[in-house]
């Protein structure tokens, strides 16, 4: 009978295909860097990715405080200030009182910022159709369950990683 430890080591085999797909995933996230430097280079005034994604955090789960969102997105509170600062000035997201404390400020997205986010959803996926729309919806669709099952077990990891082995993020 194995112990715990035993069966947690994975076979040559699985260490193959994991070598594979890890290698994948580096391109891909190359690619997309790649991509994102390209049209910040044609665009010098868009807004950052890591700015954007506050955004995305406001419109798709609604106001709340600068602390929750920092919290949420994983980013120190001060770096979070500064860009909803920047998101503020660009008339994406304001701030308004706090209804259950006045004494709090509440971050949420304008009219102005669902716009934006819902055009840019449409444009990326938009993006992902025309690269798939020669694949059959089959191999489409078991790509889509296939990166949320990854996805998924991914973020559990991150915080039941075993001790001495490196956390996804360090991979």
């Known amino acids: 009978m194995q112990s715990s430890e035993e069966a947690a080591v994975p076979a040559e085999e699985e260490l193959g295909v994991a070598d594979a797909v890890g290698t994948q995933l580096g391109r891909l996230m190359r690619l997309v860097e790649r991509a994102q430097a390209q049209y910040h280079a044609e665009h010098p005034d868009a807004v ?26 994983l980013s120190d509170p001060s770096t979070v200030s500064r860009q909803i600062g920047h998101l503020v ?68 990891a991150k915080t039941t990683t075993a001790p001495g082995v490196p956390t996804p993020a360090a991979v």
């Open 48 to 73: 950052e990715r890591a700015t954007y994604h506050l955004l995305v955090h406001l419109v798709n789960d609604g106001p709340r405080r600068a602390g929750a969102l920092a919290e949420a997105v």
């Open 89 to 156: 000035r660009l008339g994406l997201v304001e701030r308004t009182a706090d209804p259950e404390d006045g004494r709090a400020t509440l971050l949420a997205a304008t009219a102005e910022g669902r716009r934006i986010f819902a055009a840019n959803r449409r444009l990326r996926n938009a993006k992902i159709a025309a690269l798939m729309a020669d694949w059959p919806a089959a191999d489409r669709e078991a790509l889509r369950d296939l990166l949320t099952r990854f996805a998924d077990a991914f973020e559990k």
